[in-house]
């Protein structure tokens, strides 16, 4: 029994795929060649498909990553380019000290993110549904650990950075604390292992070579 098809427009293309495809896969299927905006195939990072969605008899678009978007019937797919904003942050991880002055980093970093006003323009453009704002104002009052599980299923598509007036660019606010977190938190699960296997004589190491 054949799988049952569904009808779409993906960036001005009639497309027909399985009801069960994904933007991605009914775009590939469709003979359209894929060169860009397709992070896990090698062509750019994870959230570079991401895209806008309108459904069939909505009004309003969505957006959506094309790799985990179901295809509907009459659904209309615009892909949205990669934008680079002109304000770009520089920061190092290894001189953030032991976290005591994680603020002052902050203040001088990322100096728009006080501005924030809390228009919600970045919690509607982000396709996985994350707490945007939220995020923001809990790296600006110090809750850096609180802020790095907010943005923990961020995927970088720069979205909110898109949508936000005063040009915070919050997913990079949210990988800030992301790596703050992890570089004074955790390890690497294997390296403590093998210190470990080291420590109990079990693994020898041979200084000599």
């Given at each position: 029994?054949?799988?049952?098809?569904?009808?779409?427009?993906?960036?001005?293309?009639?497309?027909?795929?399985?009801?069960?495809?994904?933007?991605?896969?009914?775009y590939a299927k469709a003979g359209k060649a894929i060169t860009a905006n397709v992070g896990c195939m090698g062509q750019g990072v994870c959230g570079s498909c991401r895209c806008l969605?309108?459904?069939?008899?909505?009004?309003?678009?969505?957006?959506?990553?094309?790799?985990?978007?179901?295809?509907?019937?009459?659904?209309?797919?615009?892909?949205?380019?990669?934008?680079?904003?002109?304000?770009?942050?520089?920061?190092?991880?290894?001189?953030?000290?032991?976290?005591?002055?994680?603020?002052?980093?902050?203040?001088?970093?990322?100096?728009?993110?006080?501005?924030?006003?809390?228009?919600?323009?970045?919690?509607?453009?982000?396709?996985?549904?994350?707490?945007?704002?939220?995020?923001?104002?809990?790296?600006?009052?110090?809750?850096?650990?609180?802020?790095?599980?907010?943005?923990?299923?961020?995927?970088?598509?720069?979205?909110?950075?898109?949508?936000?007036?005063?040009?915070?660019?919050?997913?990079?606010?949210?990988?800030?604390?992301?790596?703050?977190?992890?570089?004074?938190?955790?390890?690497?699960?294997?390296?403590?292992?093998?210190?470990?296997?080291?420590?109990?004589?079990?693994?020898?190491?041979?200084?000599?070579?």
């Amino acid at each position: 029994m054949s799988e049952e098809k569904y009808k779409l427009v993906i960036d001005g293309l009639e497309v027909e795929a399985d009801k069960n495809d994904t933007i991605i896969q009914a775009y590939a299927k469709a003979g359209k060649a894929i060169t860009a905006n397709v992070g896990c195939m090698g062509q750019g990072v994870c959230g570079s498909c991401r895209c806008l969605v309108r459904k069939e008899g909505e009004r309003s678009a969505e957006t959506k990553l094309g790799c985990e978007t179901k295809i509907e019937p009459g659904m209309q797919v615009s892909f949205l380019d990669y934008f680079l904003p002109e304000h770009v942050h520089y920061y190092d991880v290894q001189s953030a000290g032991d976290g005591w002055n994680w603020l002052e980093e902050v203040d001088e970093t990322f100096q728009e993110a006080k501005n924030c006003r809390h228009c919600g323009g970045c919690d509607t453009a982000c396709p996985k549904g994350l707490q945007v704002q939220n995020g923001v104002a809990q790296v600006v009052a110090g809750d850096f650990s609180t802020a790095a599980n907010t943005f923990d299923e961020c995927v970088m598509c720069n979205l909110c950075t898109l949508a936000c007036p005063e040009n915070i660019r919050p997913n990079h606010v949210g990988l800030f604390a992301r790596r703050m977190k992890a570089a004074r938190t955790l390890r690497p699960v294997d390296l403590m292992r093998r210190l470990q296997e080291i420590d109990t004589g079990k693994v020898s190491v041979n200084t000599d070579i």
